[in-house]
């Protein structure tokens, strides 16, 4: 079974920085692209930074020079930095990644179980 388990989120004051982490873990095979979405409340969920196995990136427009996504292919781990936060960063913020397992041959999106940002002002 895959699972993705998140670190990292918490209270901070705007301005300040918070760093998320997400380690994939269970019988992979491989994984494709990797990500990093949100939901605030009363909001839809949107993506918010990602990365393919390449290492191309891709981000919302409003995180773009205040977030850096990476990822760790040798620990299955996707990160996201995140710099000069605003309140409008809060949110719930989950990993995403396309996995393909040994008991599988397609590869099939799968979630953390999400981390909570709050930037206060």
């Known amino acids: 079974q895959v699972q993705l388990v998140e670190s990292g989120g918490g209270l901070v004051q705007a301005g300040e920085s918070l760093r998320l982490s997400c380690a994939a873990s269970g019988r992979i095979a491989s994984i494709n692209a990797m990500g990093w979405y949100r939901q605030a409340p009363g909001k839809q969920r949107e993506m918010v930074a990602r990365?393919?196995?390449?290492?191309?990136?891709n981000y919302l427009d409003s995180v773009k020079g205040r977030f850096t996504i990476s990822r760790d292919n040798a620990k299955n781990t996707v990160y996201l930095q995140m710099s000069s936060l605003k309140p409008e960063d809060t949110a719930v913020y989950y990993c995403?990644?396309?996995?393909?397992?040994?008991?599988?041959?397609?590869?099939?999106?799968?979630w953390g179980q999400g981390t909570q940002v709050t930037v206060s002002s």
């Open positions: 990365i393919t196995s390449g290492g191309n990136t």
């Open positions: 995403n990644a396309d996995i393909r397992s040994y008991d599988n041959p397609y590869a099939y999106p799968y």
